[in-house]
């Protein structure tokens, strides 16, 4: 039948519900993307109390970047860089309140640990890191004996980025944190550790260093972990404890303006950021409770080149120490940290409002509450029910027939929807046009976003359309739909609270707002027409806050695709993520289209956005990357291979160049840009049965997942290697009948990794870098291979190290392992050869290349 005109609402809304939408959404932007003024240096003269200069920080920001990337072990990390946090620290020190004891040391830290990663696991083993260690205590007539708060950042960068972002801006605010508390006499019941460490990028050894061998150490109640994966914006709170909800109170309670959810700690803590942090090591290896904060929006240009000083704002700065200061002074008279065991609890769900407050609540209350509004959600859906078969006349076993279609048609609908969305993510990941939204980000709106509105909108269409019901209007049959949804929604809050996900309190907002309105209209008796406008109200507050999500969640997660796997369709993930975020801006009021008296304009205009979107797509505003903003990122490393044969004859040797993918669209948009690599480069595949984990110095051991769609070709010339390498056999001694202890020397570039691998019918049992052997890495050719990550930061001094190697059938003449040496040079771009420079600079502007030689050395002993 067709839709009675006196059921159906005016068509002026169908303009002005949308454009009141779209104006949400911008307020919502500007009110997320809104940060406050920089304090000037001037402005401090008059300050009576402290408050961040983000002045002073830009500035100490400029020159802590002035000497290009600060990697581990270069002179840029290891004098400068730790020269002028001394120098700015004694500086501050100098114009301290006298009610304070100020020190500050250079530790140099050496230690081993091992990271249990999936597949391919980590030993690490390092020495001469080196940490910025400052301490702020009140003065007292003996030595300070209470507890620390710790802060930590690290001041070492990525290789080739200058890390104004990553972790310059921390190491900054944390400067400017630690000149306005040692300015004013505060009552501080615990001592503060400034830590500044030197070595996060390669294997977090800076803060294992502290954490292991500095003697402060067993005194740290709680830290503060402060780290950057983008450029600019607001920082996140994305991790919390664990286990200790007392840090949120005080967030809650400090942070002017809060940023924080429990979405954001799940998602991280389930590994869907491909990031790790100093948290993991302070929270696991020093066993503390902890807060992780961290720039995470638009990370373009995280860990590239343009990681510059430029792309910093002072407002960036004065949003972080805004909120960093009070909660650091907060936590530094906290009577928790005197005994934190004591306030040992679940795991709190907590999350801010539009960034104007924060709210947060234990498991027990969260379960309460997730339980009563899902029991006084079911009871208003029921109570719906029984008055339409009182008001309409109709039996109840007709209206709980219609209830039950309705479920089943808006649930379908929703599948439909999000199978559309992920089929239309194939088809252009199959066409060649992934990522045509990681520039142009709106396009997501017309590809995904749209076609899933279109289903949740087309299935109680039809329904309404073609299946006749006298007992009630169409209004009220549309009212059946949004209970159903509402339904899905409560069903969904029971099975994640029973699941003891916390994000569940996502789905609050759109059931406790449809309750209000429920009840309201109830009050009403569901007055025709009007009930629609008391429901569109009830929505605004929902509509607000999954607007702000969903800038969120797209503005972290879309630059991570471009270092991501590039096996994957990255196109699903966004797919996904919008059918979820559709689901939650829309769900209950997209039924309410179908009212409208001319709904074929509706879809007339959603298809026409939908193909225009694809027309788009297949322009140059499609295209994924571009210069400077959103660069596509690629490895590319000069390499030299050296392979011995067990009596030390040289087997095989030459020089290559090696391509190591980040994105889905790796190869292929080299091979169209600089042809050679088409002409000449091979699978790294091919060569992985035949050599140790392929035979090629891969940086770290998980390259090697990447094998299938990594590249090498052939090189005229060897790197340059400043450092050269000597691997040398010092000893060979028969332990027992079975084991064998080999003895080794190792000379060459400050980081280096040993690919250890002991032939079949031979065990490692025994090694310098551990006391235990951890458990291997993905075979090879069904032998165990075992990865040890070497790095020194000031010394050259050689390492020196053995293995124990048992036979299962006795010891006999012959090899036992094979071992792959990888050395690398990464701050030495003076001594990179005119070939390699001459392929880098074929590489298009928007291409951020990091490049720099490696070495590999295989031999069986």
Not at 334 to 362: C, G, N, Q, W
Not at 539 to 563: D, E, K, N, W
Not at 601 to 621: D, H, K, R
Not at 734 to 761: A, C
Request: proline fraction near 5%; include cysteine; aromatic fraction near 14%.
């Amino acid at each position: 039948m067709k839709l009675s005109r006196s059921h159906v609402i005016p068509l002026m809304w169908s303009v002005l519900i949308p454009a009141l939408g779209i104006g949400i959404y911008f307020l919502a932007y500007w009110n997320w993307s809104t940060l406050p003024d920089g304090v000037t240096l001037a402005e401090e003269q008059t300050h009576t109390e402290p408050e961040f200069v983000a002045e002073r920080a830009h500035n100490h920001l400029r020159t802590l970047t002035s000497r290009g990337p600060r990697v581990v072990g270069s002179d840029a990390n290891e004098v400068f860089a730790v020269n002028f946090l001394v120098e700015t620290v004694n500086e501050i020190i100098r114009g301290a309140d006298t009610s304070y004891q100020i020190t500050v040391e250079v530790q140099e830290a050496s230690g081993s640990y091992f990271l249990d990663y999936k597949d391919y696991p980590i030993t690490g083993y390092y020495r001469d890191v080196q940490n910025v260690v400052v301490t702020l205590t009140k003065r007292s007539g003996e030595q300070f004996s209470g507890q620390y708060l710790l802060l930590n950042a690290h001041f070492d960068s990525a290789v080739t980025s200058p890390g104004a972002g990553d972790d310059g801006t921390m190491t900054v605010v944390m400067l400017e944190v630690l000149r306005q508390i040692s300015k004013y006499a505060l009552p501080l019941q615990h001592g503060i550790i400034f830590l500044f460490n030197g070595c996060e990028e390669n294997m977090m050894q800076g803060a294992h260093g502290f954490v292991t061998g500095h003697p402060l150490a067993v005194n740290v109640s709680a830290f503060i972990n402060l780290d950057v994966a983008a450029n600019g914006g607001r920082e996140i709170m994305f991790q919390s404890g664990p286990d200790f909800p007392f840090l949120m109170n005080y967030y809650q309670r400090y942070a002017k303006r809060p940023y924080a959810n429990s979405l954001g700690e799940e998602v991280f803590q389930l590994g869907l950021v491909p990031s790790f942090t100093d948290f993991e090591t302070l929270s696991q290896v020093g066993n503390w409770p902890g807060m992780d904060f961290a720039l995470a929006s638009y990370g373009y240009l995280y860990h590239t080149k343009y990681d510059a000083f430029e792309t910093i704002s002072e407002s960036t700065l004065q949003h972080i120490g805004d909120n960093l200061l009070p909660l650091t002074i907060g936590l530094a008279q906290a009577e928790e940290l005197l005994d934190v065991e004591r306030y040992r609890e679940d795991s709190p769900t907590f999350f801010d409002f539009m960034h104007l407050f924060k709210i947060t609540y234990s498991r027990a209350v969260a379960y309460a509450v997730n339980c009563t509004v899902a029991i006084v959600g079911l009871g208003l859906i029921v109570g719906t029910v029984v008055m339409m078969v009182r008001m309409e006349g109709a039996n109840l076993g007709q209206i709980l027939m219609e209830c039950g279609l309705s479920l089943i048609v808006q649930t379908t609908s929703i599948v439909v929807g999000a199978g559309v969305s992920l089929v239309v993510a194939v088809i252009v990941d199959l066409v060649g046009r992934s990522m045509s939204w990681f520039t142009s980000t709106w396009l997501l709106f017309g590809l995904y976003f749209v076609p899933f509105i279109a289903c949740l909108v087309l299935g109680p269409w039809l329904y309404i359309r073609f299946r006749r019901v006298d007992f009630l209007n169409n209004q009220g049959r549309v009212l059946l739909f949004l209970h159903a949804q509402c339904f899905i929604y409560i069903a969904l809050l029971l099975t994640f609270t029973i699941g003891g996900i916390r994000s569940a309190y996502l789905l609050l907002f759109p059931i406790i707002f449809h309750s209000l309105t429920t009840i309201v209209n109830m009050a009403i008796k569901f007055k025709l027409n009007f009930w629609i406008y008391v429901h569109l109200t009830g929505q605004l507050i929902p509509l607000i806050y999954f607007c702000s999500l969903t800038t969120t969640v797209f503005a972290v997660f879309i630059p991570m695709t471009g270092r991501g796997d590039p096996t994957a369709n990255p196109d699903l993930m966004m797919a996904l993520f919008s059918v979820l975020m559709s689901l939650f801006l829309v769900g209950l009021l997209a039924p309410l289209i179908v009212l409208l008296p001319k709904i074929r304009y509706f879809f007339i205009v959603v298809g026409l956005m939908f193909v225009t979107t694809i027309v788009v797509m297949f322009t140059s505003v499609g295209f994924p990357f571009r210069e400077a903003t959103t660069p596509q990122r690629y490895y590319i490393f000069h390499q030299e291979r050296n392979f011995y044969a067990y009596d030390g004859s040289l087997r095989y040797f030459g020089a290559n160049f090696f391509l190591y993918p980040m994105d889905r669209h790796t190869p292929d948009l080299l091979f169209e840009e600089v042809p050679i690599w088409k002409q000449r480069s091979a699978p790294v595949q091919e060569l992985c049965d035949k050599e140790l984990y392929c035979g090629f110095p891969f940086y770290i051991n998980r390259y090697h997942r990447q094998r299938q769609q990594s590249y090498w070709m052939s090189a005229q010339s060897r790197p340059h290697l400043p450092v050269p390498v000597s691997f040398r056999l010092t000893s060979k001694q028969d332990i027992t009948s079975t084991v064998r202890r080999f003895r080794f020397t190792l000379e060459g570039s400050n980081l280096m990794g040993l690919y250890i691998s002991p032939l079949q019918g031979n065990d490692l049992i025994g090694w310098t870098f551990s006391e235990s052997i951890p458990p291997s890495g993905v075979p090879w050719n069904g032998q165990s291979v075992h990865y040890v990550n070497l790095l020194q930061a000031k010394s050259r001094a050689p390492w020196e190290f053995f293995l124990d190697i048992e036979s299962t059938a006795g010891l006999k003449d012959g090899p036992m392992v094979v071992i792959s040496l990888a050395a690398h040079y990464m701050f030495h771009e003076e001594h990179h050869v005119e070939e390699f420079k001459n392929l880098t600079k074929q590489m298009p502007a928007y291409m951020n290349t990091v490049a720099y030689p490696s070495y590999l050395e295989n031999r069986e002993f």
